[in-house]
């Protein structure tokens, strides 16, 4: 069981930048891929960025080159720094662990969710 648990939303003004965190509980950390989601008022949950087990990055079309996710597993946690923020970022953003191995012949299947953080880009 994983618990996640993500702050540093808030306001900022266009141009501006936040850095999330997603702080992740037990002791597997390392073992997970990770990734940043967010929805907007009446639109499609999207994937924003992810970062895998051995540190490869990826990244949504709308946020390449502003965007950057990273992980720090001695702290247990994953961070998505936002920079030149948009109105259109506007969103809750959540995130999530997932891990998929097979023990013998049986397929193991882990996903997890944070409660989401609030971000508003607004003048």
């Known amino acids: 069981q994983v618990q996640l648990v993500e702050s540093g939303g808030g306001l900022v003004q266009p141009g501006g930048s936040l850095r999330l965190s997603c702080a992740a509980s037990?002791?597997?950390?390392?073992?997970?891929?990770m990734g940043w989601y967010r929805q907007a008022p009446g639109k499609q949950h999207e994937l924003v960025a992810s970062?895998?087990?051995?540190?490869?990055?990826n990244y949504a079309d709308s946020v390449k080159g502003r965007f950057t996710i990273s992980r720090d597993n001695a702290k247990n946690t994953v961070y998505l720094q936002m920079n030149s923020l948009k109105p259109e970022d506007t969103a809750v953003y959540y995130c999530?662990?997932?891990?998929?191995?097979?023990?013998?012949?049986?397929?193991?299947?882990?996903?997890?969710w944070g409660q989401g953080t609030q971000v508003t880009v607004s003048s």
């Open positions: 037990g002791s597997s950390f390392s073992l997970y891929a």
């Open positions: 999530n662990a997932g891990r998929r191995y097979y023990s013998g012949t049986n397929l193991k299947d882990y996903n997890y």
């Open positions: 970062i895998t087990t051995g540190g490869s990055t």
